[in-house]
């Protein structure tokens, strides 16, 4: 008996003097790492991160997080680990994760102070992976982070970094779209998408724009339109919803639904507007038509005024009272819809005089408006008995349009005086005026000189 117990104590104390060997590697290493030795410090902690008996303790990777991180931002030793910062990152998220399991927490604090300055290291280290086409690699250091994100529940990392979780997962979507990887992008865009915080348009533009190019028009649509739900004034997937419907040739579907709702919600400016903007799109897509019937008239009436015979002059005359009559159907059209459109931003305006998108869209309906009269006075022949009369009123309902543009665009300016569209709307429309110094001087405001 007395043999047996021998052996047993012998077998007990082979064991306890082997864990403490490993334990003293990690305290080598971490005197090592006091002393500057960082080539010493990874030799012993990845000695200990080998062995089974030290590979899992808090302890263990808490040290090997410091060691690694130092190396990531020491020059003098990076060469050591090109990818420290990986290291250091996932070796601080495995400390608290298994000093989760322990009775006493001794590491989960150090452990999280650690984490939280290898996640500025590993973010660096991603953008420099980014910058040199290696996506494949910036993608997962951008997923580790994650991890830290997940793993810091005090939210330490985000204000660390000034960057919220779902700004690392959109880098995440943005990459994996580069590496055409359709699976991982709508994995990562669906993290965002049923985020009940999100809050920004980007996943549900991306993630349409992916079903557009699969041919799903459907799921396209339903996933602008759960965008919408969730931020119904947000302009760039109103656009998405008019891309699509308008790829569907459906623009008059949208319409009727913007109809169905307002007759609902009379003072829903929002959809007055989305409306209008709709249907002026729609005038000035009608009205580009135009100047080709215009352009089709004139090289017939010179055919018309070299005719030497009745029969010719017969002919042309009626080919070219043809084409102006199409242009000027054409223009009746377009016009329809401009007066609708109209209608549609002024009653937004009168409920919300500082609308600025109603204003600015109201300011550049007017100016396009004109481009009837301009092609009609460009087609006028002086020579023509009425001419010149027809051209001083055509100047004059001009004039009147850029005055009505001005006033709009105007409006807009005091409201967004900054905004790049309104500065250009007023410089042309100075310039349609004749206004040369009103128009320079918003050219520069625009161009910052």
């Known amino acids: 008996m007395m043999k047996k117990r021998v052996v047993l104590t012998l077998v007990t104390a082979l064991i306890s003097v082997g864990a403490f060997a490993q334990n003293y590697k990690i305290t080598d290493a971490e005197i090592s790492l006091t002393n500057g030795n960082l080539e010493t410090a990874k030799e012993d902690i990845d000695v200990a991160a080998s062995n089974p008996k030290t590979a899992n303790s808090p302890w263990m990777w808490k040290v090997r997080g410091d060691v690694y991180y130092n190396i990531s931002v020491d020059s003098l030793y990076s060469h050591l680990a090109p990818e420290a910062a990986s290291v250091s990152l996932q070796s601080y998220i495995s400390s608290v994760e298994t000093d989760k399991l322990e009775k006493k927490q001794k590491y ?104 557009m190019e699969d041919g799903d028009t459907t799921g396209a649509l339903a996933i602008v339109d759960k965008g919408r739900k969730k931020i119904p004034d947000n302009k760039d997937l109103f656009n998405q919803e008019i891309a699509i419907y308008q790829q569907l040739g459906k623009t008059n579907t949208l319409v009727e639904k913007l109809s169905e709702v307002i007759e609902a919600e009379p003072n829903n400016i929002l959809y007055r507007y989305y409306r209008g903007t709709i249907v002026s799109d729609m005038a000035s897509k009608t009205m580009e038509i135009g100047p080709s019937y215009s352009d089709s008239a004139s090289s017939v009436r010179r055919k018309l005024r070299s005719a030497k015979t009745p029969a010719e002059k017969k002919k042309f005359q009626t080919e070219m009272d043809a084409f102006v009559k199409t242009r000027d159907s054409i223009y009746a059209q377009s016009m329809e819809q401009f007066d609708l459109a109209e209608k549609d931003f002024t009653e937004a305006i009168l ?96 161009t910052g000189e």
């Open 108 to 211: 989960t604090e150090d452990a999280l102070k650690g984490l939280r300055q290898a996640s500025v290291s590993a973010y660096y280290r991603a953008y420099a992976h980014y910058q040199e086409n290696n996506f494949a690699k910036a993608l997962e250091y951008y997923e580790l982070l994650l991890k830290a994100y997940d793993t810091d529940a005090e939210g330490g990392v985000a204000k660390t970094l000034q960057q919220a979780k779902n700004d690392i997962v959109q880098y995440c979507a943005n990459l994996a779209i580069k590496m055409n990887d359709k699976v991982q992008a709508k994995k990562f865009l669906n993290m965002m998408i049923d985020d009940p915080k999100y809050l920004s348009a980007n996943a549900y533009l991306q993630m349409s724009s992916m079903m």
């Open 351 to 446: 409920i919300d005089p500082n609308y600025f998108d109603a204003l600015f869209n109201l300011g550049v309906l007017h100016f396009n408006k004109n481009k009837v009269l301009v092609d009609k006075y460009n087609y006028l022949d002086l020579n023509t008995p009425g001419a010149t009369e027809e051209s001083k009123k055509l100047e004059d309902s001009m004039k009147s349009g850029y005055e009505k543009a001005l006033e709009q665009l105007l409006k807009a300016y005091e409201i967004q005086s900054q905004d790049q569209g309104v500065l250009l709307a007023l410089q042309q429309t100075y310039s349609q005026l004749g206004n040369k110094e009103r128009s320079e001087e918003f050219r520069k405001l625009r």
